[in-house]
């Protein structure tokens, strides 16, 4: 009788062992080593009495994401987060963001950045939406030298 529980609890013993395991937390622990951040870079620009600050973390996948905060003087604070990659020396991203105090409503826009000589400047150009998601047209250029920001490399507050 004994020999019948040990071969059964031995048997067994794979089943628990593979039940016990999460393979989604294994997932999401290798996606995070595999993704690390390389670089972190902040950026400062001024328009007038209009302000921002860019705080981007470059990551090993190519990504980068990081936050982007706008003050305007005759218009509310824009605050939200940007997630892209760099296409050659321009960055796309999607900003993610509120507007002054009104929490709830949020907002999305496609957003590119020229680099140059430690700069990144901020481009204009025709955007268009389509189920619900807004990008630029392409074949249509980004014209850099139209854009109210030129953001210089500054100190990162955190």
């Known amino acids: 009788m004994k020999k019948i529980n040990v071969y059964y609890s031995l048997m067994a013993l794979p089943l628990l062992i593979s039940c016990n395991q999460n ?18 870079t902040c950026y400062v620009a ?8 860019l705080d981007i973390k470059e990551l090993s996948s190519g990504k980068v994401e990081g936050s982007l905060v706008i003050n305007f003087t005759k218009s509310p604070k824009n605050d939200g987060l940007v997630q892209g990659k760099f ?8 900003y993610d963001y509120t507007a002054g105090n009104n929490k709830a409503a949020k907002f999305k826009n496609p957003l590119a950045f020229l680099k140059k000589d430690k700069q990144l400047l901020l481009g204009v150009g025709a955007i268009e939406t389509s189920l619900g998601r807004s990008y630029f047209v ?14 210089v490399e500054g100190d990162c507050k955190k």
């Open 23 to 40: 393979p989604k937390q294994k997932d999401s622990t290798s996606a995070a080593a595999k993704d690390s951040m390389i670089s972190r």
């Open 87 to 94: 296409s050659g020396d321009t960055l796309f991203v999607d």
């Open 46 to 53: 001024a328009d007038g009495k209009d302000t921002a600050f």
């Open 138 to 151: 392409k074949g249509k250029p980004i014209d850099f030298d139209k854009g109210r920001f030129k953001f």
